[in-house]
Every structure is written in structure tokens, then in C-alpha cells.
């Protein structure tokens, strides 16, 4: 017969587990106070047998009858037991018939079955007795019916039944019952994941918002579909970026070299149509040659080949490199790099991050303007900080000119693919640094990273 569903999960058969260990618990726990009770009771029951004996024999002979009697007078739950035997082990007095046989005559209590006689018949009881040899020749026999014991184990066992089945039952219950909740949630979580693989990337998984494994783990997995579609949104978009840039170069190209061939008259129309085209040509290369740079930086994730990197160093080349195209501009070119600080990266792509910050400035600031390129100690980061007295940008703008090919208002009258931030925004993620751009009049970009260990 197949089992239901439920009942063939993990959970359900970790259920069934945990139950049995703590039936087994319980089961041991009775049993070891159900055995201390025994022990603490016979022990009692000895100790009481053993005083009582220990004064009837102390009594004289002519008294002894009458001591027996007296002992036994006051027993309404019958479970006092006391002879007085002859030197040939006949009854004197007593409610013991006769000395059981086994039972030794050495003072220490002893389980021993006795024969009851009274006035309500004659009973063969279990019981603790003492066995004492008298002076004269008789023997005394002192004992108490251990019957509560065996009480008391059925009162523990019908506790153990009452208590123990029901918990049992109970904890079945709640197995059966997280069982079935888990079972439910994973199909509904696997209703979400199957549409979300047919293609409904803005599905997410369902949170209960109680906090627990499956809350977190959709959590996460909700995270990182957010950056999946995110992800996917980008290449769309960059896809249409690229299809409009290349559109305007590709069709230029093809109406010059249209125009050429139609209305070129002399050898020299139609070469300058074709270096026309080559321009066109050159700028469509050089936006798939930069996309495939960034796409490259983002995926290749070279970190392998990290080594220790001086940033003083670096600046100053980059300062070096740049200092006659900033004179040329007539654009003041300030380079402040003393502090010397190492981080752990890959040079050539930080010099080429930086490279790109320094020519935007350059590129953006007017004659007489002034570019600031320094580098700078900040608690446990290097801060290659690039500033510069150009028209800036604006706040809106802040996280728009990072994208791919986006350029502002500012920017068109410049020549440009509009993929220079992708570029260092993709170098800058690849080494975990941090990228910062303050709005203008007069911008600052700052590249901060985590100083390497010396």
C-alpha cells in the first residue's frame, strides 16, 4: 500500500525518530524511578522488620506472646506478618503458619513467600521477613507484605500509558501536520519557480514573514532574481543603446559611400568619400571594441592575477601621461601623491580607471580651468581623488552617467562613446572598491580602496 505523501518526507521520518527517542526516554525514566522507589521502599520496610524483630526477641520469654500480640493488633491494611515458633518450628502464637522454608536464620531481611492466618481465612503473601533464633531455641519471624510494591509499579505503568501515548500521539500529530505545511510550501514554491522558468522573471517567492528557513531562503533567492532581471533589463538596454549608436555611424557610412559612388567625379571625391566612411567605420569599431573591453572586465574576473599595486606610483604615471595634453588646453594640472599606499589589484585596469577619470576632466574643463588628480589616506582606504572646475554634473545625473552610453546634454558637443564610467565602473566592481561621483558645478570622483596588508 502506498503510503500519503506527507508521510514519505524526511520531516515526517525525522518525526517518527525523534518520537521513538523520547518514548524510549520516558520509557527509561519510569523504569529508574519506578527501581528507586523499590529500592527506597524495601530498604524502609527492612529497616522497620528488623527494629521490630530486634525488640521482640529482646523481650523475655513469658513476655514474647504478648509482644507478638501486640504488634499485630493494629494492622488495617493486613500487611504486618509475626510468628513465634517452638524449637521443632510449631506455631506458638502469631499470624504466620509456619517458618517458610529458605528463610535463614542470620537477622537480615529476605523475600520469602508466608501463609497468612487470621481471622479472615488463610493467604499465602509475599513479603520482607526476618528470621531470628531465640536463646532458649525458638525462633522468631518478623514481616511485612510487599503488595504496595507491585502497586505502585502498576500505578507507574498506567502513568507511563496515560502520559507516554498521548505525547506520543501528540507529537505524531504535530510531525504529520509540519509535514504537510512544508509539503504545501514547497509545492507553492515550486508552482513559482516552474513560471519563473517559463519566462515570469518578475515572479518572486512567496515570504510568510515568520522568520524562518524558508522565509530566509526566499529571501535570498528573491535577491538574486532581483539582480537576474536587473541583470537582464541591462542587456536589453544595452542591446537598444547599441542598435541606436551603431545605427547613426552604419548609416552615415552607407550614404557616403552611396554619394561617392554616384556623384564622385574624380578619383579624389571618391577616396575622400571612402575616408569619410572609414571615420564612420572606425567609430562603430570602437564602441563593439569598448562593450567588449567592459564585458570582458565584468566576466572574466581576472582576480587570479592580483598582485601588490603602489598607487603613488600609478598616479604620478597617469599625471605624467596627462600633463601635456592639460598644458596644451591651457588647462592647470595639480598632481599630489605623497602618501605612499599599496592595495591589491590588477595595475594595468586601475591605471586605465583612473586614465578615464583624468581625460574626462581634461576633456570637460575649460581653458584656464584647473584638474586635480591626488591620492589620499583615509582610515584603513587609498582615495585616488580626481577633481576638476568643469560645468559638473547634476544630481539627477549622478547614477545615469555610469550606464553604457548614456552622455548628458553637456557632454554631445564632445567627442565620445559614452562607455568610459561603464568602463571604470566595471573595473571598480571588480575589485570590491568604492566608486563615488559628486555633483558639479565642478566635479570630484573619488576611487576608494581597501589598503592591502604590508
Sequence with gaps: MLLPEFMRTTGFRWTLLISGAFAICILL???????????????????????HAE????????????????????????????????????RVIGNIENIPPGLRADGYAQDATLVRV???????????????????G???????????????????????????????????????LLSIRAQKRIEEVNRKVQRIVAGELRERLPIKGVNDPFDRLAVIVNGM???IEALLQSVAGTGDDIAHDLRTPLTRVRVTLERGRQNAASLEELRSSIDQAIVGLD??????TALLRISEIEHNRRVAGFSQVALADLVREIGDLYEPIAEDKRVSFLIAAKEDIIVRGDRDLLFEAIANLVDNAVKFTPEGGQVELSLAREGDEGVVRVRDSGPGIAVAECELVARRFYRSDKSRSKPGLGLGLSLVTAIVKLHGFRFAISPGPGCVVEIAGQRAAT
Design 55 to 90: 525488640a521482640l526477641a529482646g523481650a523475655t520469654p513469658e513476655q514474647q506472646p504478648q509482644a507478638v500480640n501486640d504488634y499485630l493488633r493494629e494492622d488495617p491494611r493486613r500487611v504486618k506478618l509475626a510468628g513465634l515458633f517452638d524449637a521443632n518450628g510449631k
Design 118 to 136: 487470621d481471622l479472615m481465612g488463610r493467604a499465602t503473601q509475599v513479603a520482607r521477613a526476618v528470621r531470628r533464633r531465640l536463646d532458649n
Design 225 to 227: 532574481l532581483d539582480e
Design 138 to 176: 525458638e525462633t522468631i519471624v518478623v514481616g511485612r507484605n510487599v503488595d504496595e510494591l507491585t502497586a505502585i509499579g502498576k500505578i507507574v505503568g498506567r502513568a507511563l500509558m496515560l502520559g507516554l501515548i498521548p505525547a506520543l500521539c501528540l507529537s505524531l500529530a504535530a510531525g504529520a
Design 29 to 51: 525514566m519510569f523504569v529508574f524511578v519506578y527501581w528507586q522507589t523499590s529500592v527506597y521502599m524495601t530498604a524502609k520496610v527492612d529497616q522497620l522488620i528488623s527494629d
Design 283 to 288: 567609430q562603430s569599431l570602437a564602441i563593439i
